[in-house]
């Protein structure tokens, strides 16, 4: 039950979904993961009906998480970071059954991080995903989160990676991403890729492709009405030496030194593509990006080091965090909530970053940027993230990129927050016209709970307590065809035993 009387808005709809880590062992000591982003995922849904939600979990059932649960013990695939103990690495037979699998995009299948839908808008027609930036996603039941299966590119030419920030085109119901792809002779090549809602995964209609100078590890773009907004970043993963190095990706991330950020910008109208550079930086995660009249694109995204996707979410590091805070972000001395502004015209880009008038120590230095979707790609004001200091403090931010005055910060100590997602007003009166929602790890209570903030205040509308902890996870999706009259019968398909109604 809601823990305020304060009502819920009667317009929530939908379904929210979290996809995140949930086991990294599988009964035997041996071969524990010891990164919590290799965690196997598992999908936790919150189905809006008014002031009444529906609420299951269900792990995502892939081929090398049901191998290993039937064998007791990790079975051969890609990691991200290696094994605590030497004595535990893969041998050299396994890891020749890891390459031939990574041949046929089979040895890494752990979706984890993400979710989006292709396919038409509503639940007959509409295909789920739970991706991340392998190549394979994995389908899912929207209604009770079963497991459909992996979805495959077409087998040639090789696809070597994808992207787990999908992004929809301004105006439209198509979706934008890209994939690395290889062929018999030439170079890597990038290839931009349009998925209209009649298209299925395997066949997107081809934007553009270009060749990048750098392989970069890159897990989101931007995008405006006209283009679409690659970096590469001066970061790789030296796929080279996969085999010698145990196949954990994160051992391979290599910063190039003397080398500048590669931006492409690609016309999705006519697939032209334009190179520019800029400093060196990284970044996982884009905010938005628009179009300043013809000739100028704005893009804001979130800087973070590298070296986070390793170090950060180390199960050693997590769990044995600072005993005194030394107030680091994560987002790294020195980088900030940025913002990039090309000019098309005379080929170069400038950087600035924005101020904090409200002299918070957590309102610039923010990651998992969320905004009102029906602002992706256009002008906008707002935008909301998760800033964490060390690992004993976490807050969430209301960013103002139009007049930092109007920016918020909401914390409450001892209570570990995760990504907002943003619900929008029907009525749309303004672009901070809605809700946010989030799960919320209460340390004192050691409870999670479902947090509803109103998106023009960041003050709590209400909070839920959860029947079970939901660990900690990077992203959400709601998918507002998804509705459900709940306790009715057109829930189809509805697992009683994973289900548990919250009278809300």
Same mark, same amino acid.
């Given at each position: 039950?809601?823990?305020?009387?304060?009502?819920?808005?009667?317009?929530?709809?939908?379904?929210?979904?979290?996809?995140?880590?949930?086991?990294?062992?599988?009964?035997?000591? #041996? #071969?524990?993961?010891?990164?919590?982003?290799?965690?196997?995922?598992?999908?936790?849904?919150?189905?809006?009906?008014?002031?009444?939600?529906?609420?299951?979990?269900?792990?995502?059932?892939?081929?090398?998480?049901?191998?290993?649960?039937?064998?007791?013990?990790?079975?051969?695939?890609?990691?991200?970071?290696?094994?605590?103990?030497?004595?535990?690495?893969?041998?050299?037979?396994?890891?020749?059954?890891?390459?031939?699998?990574?041949?046929?995009?089979?040895?890494?299948?752990?979706?984890?991080?993400?979710?989006?839908?292709?396919?038409?808008?509503?639940?007959?027609?509409?295909?789920?995903?739970?991706?991340?930036?392998?190549?394979?996603?994995?389908?899912?039941?929207?209604?009770?989160?079963?497991?459909?299966?992996?979805?495959?590119?077409?087998?040639?030419?090789?696809?070597?990676?994808?992207?787990? *920030?999908?992004?929809?085109?301004?105006?439209?119901?198509?979706?934008?991403?890209?994939?690395?792809?290889?062929?018999?002779?030439?170079?890597?090549?990038?290839?931009?890729? #349009?998925?209209?809602?009649?298209?299925?995964?395997? =066949?997107?209609?081809?934007?553009?492709?270009?060749?990048?100078?750098?392989?970069?590890?890159?897990?989101?773009?931007?995008?405006?009405? =006209?283009?679409?907004?690659?970096?590469?970043?001066?970061?790789?993963?030296?796929?080279?030496?996969?085999?010698?190095?145990?196949?954990h990706v994160f051992d391979l991330l290599t910063?190039?030194? =003397?080398?500048?950020?590669?931006?492409?910008?690609?016309?999705?109208?006519?697939?032209?593509?334009?190179?520019?550079?800029?400093?060196?930086?990284?970044?996982?995660? *884009?905010?938005?990006?628009?179009?300043?009249?013809?000739?100028?694109?704005?893009?804001?995204?979130?800087?973070?080091p590298y070296s986070n996707l390793r170090d950060?979410?180390?199960?050693?590091?997590?769990?044995?965090?600072?005993?005194?805070?030394?107030?680091?972000?994560? =987002?790294?001395?020195?980088?900030?909530?940025?913002?990039?502004?090309?000019?098309?015209?005379?080929?170069?880009?400038?950087?600035?970053?924005?101020?904090?008038?409200?002299?918070n120590r957590f309102i610039n230095d923010f990651?998992?940027?969320?905004?009102?979707?029906?602002?992706?790609?256009?002008?906008?004001?707002?935008?909301?993230?998760?800033?964490?200091?060390?690992?004993? #403090?976490?807050?969430?931010?209301?960013?103002?990129?139009?007049?930092?005055?109007?920016?918020?910060?909401?914390?409450?100590?001892?209570?570990?927050?995760?990504?907002?997602?943003?619900?929008?007003?029907?009525?749309?009166?303004?672009?901070?016209?809605?809700?946010?929602?989030?799960?919320?790890?209460?340390?004192?209570?050691?409870?999670?709970?479902?947090?509803?903030?109103?998106?023009?205040?960041?003050?709590?509308?209400?909070?839920?307590?959860?029947? *079970?902890?939901?660990?900690?996870?990077? *992203?959400?999706?709601?998918?507002?065809?998804?509705?459900?009259?709940?306790?009715?019968?057109?829930?189809?398909?509805?697992?009683?035993?994973?289900?548990?109604?919250?009278?809300?």
């Amino acid at each position: 039950t809601w823990e305020d009387p304060t009502p819920v808005p009667d317009w929530l709809s939908g379904t929210y979904v979290r996809n995140g880590p949930a086991q990294i062992s599988f009964g035997s000591e #041996r #071969r524990v993961l010891t990164s919590w982003l290799d965690g196997f995922a598992k999908l936790h849904s919150f189905k809006f009906s008014g002031s009444q939600v529906l609420f299951s979990g269900k792990m995502l059932e892939s081929p090398n998480y049901l191998a290993s649960v039937a064998a007791g013990e990790l079975q051969p695939m890609v990691t991200l970071n290696g094994f605590s103990n030497p004595e535990e690495e893969w041998t050299w037979w396994e890891k020749m059954k890891i390459l031939v699998n990574s041949l046929l995009l089979t040895a890494f299948d752990n979706n984890n991080p993400a979710l989006w839908r292709i396919g038409k808008d509503n639940l007959d027609e509409g295909v789920y995903l739970a991706v991340t930036d392998a190549p394979v996603p994995l389908r899912f039941n929207i209604s009770d989160l079963s497991t459909i299966g992996m979805q495959y590119p077409n087998a040639w030419p090789a696809t070597l990676s994808g992207c787990a *920030h999908w992004i929809r085109e301004v105006g439209t119901d198509n979706s934008i991403n890209f994939q690395r792809k290889k062929g018999l002779t030439g170079p890597v090549y990038v290839e931009v890729q #349009r998925y209209r809602p009649e298209d299925d995964y395997a =066949n997107p209609q081809v934007v553009a492709t270009f060749v990048p100078k750098k392989l970069s590890s890159i897990h989101s773009f931007s995008i405006t009405e =006209n283009y679409a907004v690659f970096f590469f970043y001066p970061v790789i993963i030296d796929g080279k030496r996969m085999f010698e190095t145990g196949f954990h990706v994160f051992d391979l991330l290599t910063w190039l030194e =003397n080398e500048q950020t590669d931006v492409f910008v690609v016309n999705l109208k006519t697939g032209n593509v334009t190179q520019f550079e800029t400093k060196p930086t990284y970044s996982a995660h *884009h905010a938005n990006a628009y179009e300043n009249g013809e000739n100028e694109l704005i893009i804001d995204i979130c800087p973070s080091p590298y070296s986070n996707l390793r170090d950060y979410l180390s199960l050693d590091n997590m769990l044995n965090p600072p005993k005194v805070s030394k107030g680091l972000s994560t =987002n790294g001395e020195g980088e900030q909530f940025s913002r990039f502004t090309i000019n098309l015209d005379r080929e170069e880009i400038t950087t600035s970053m924005f101020p904090n008038e409200i002299k918070n120590r957590f309102i610039n230095d923010f990651d998992f940027p969320t905004i009102n979707e029906d602002f992706r790609g256009l002008p906008y004001c707002i935008v909301y993230g998760w800033s964490a200091l060390d690992y004993s #403090r976490t807050a969430l931010v209301k960013k103002n990129v139009c007049d930092s005055t109007k920016d918020l910060v909401f914390y409450i100590e001892d209570h570990y927050s995760s990504e907002m997602h943003f619900l929008p007003n029907p009525t749309k009166t303004a672009e901070d016209d809605g809700v946010l929602v989030t799960i919320v790890f209460d340390g004192t209570k050691e409870k999670s709970y479902l947090l509803i903030l109103d998106a023009k205040t960041l003050e709590p509308v209400n909070k839920a307590y959860l029947p *079970h902890n939901i660990p900690w996870s990077a *992203h959400g999706m709601h998918f507002p065809e998804a509705n459900f009259q709940i306790g009715k019968e057109n829930i189809k398909n509805k697992p009683k035993k994973q289900m548990k109604k919250l009278e809300l």
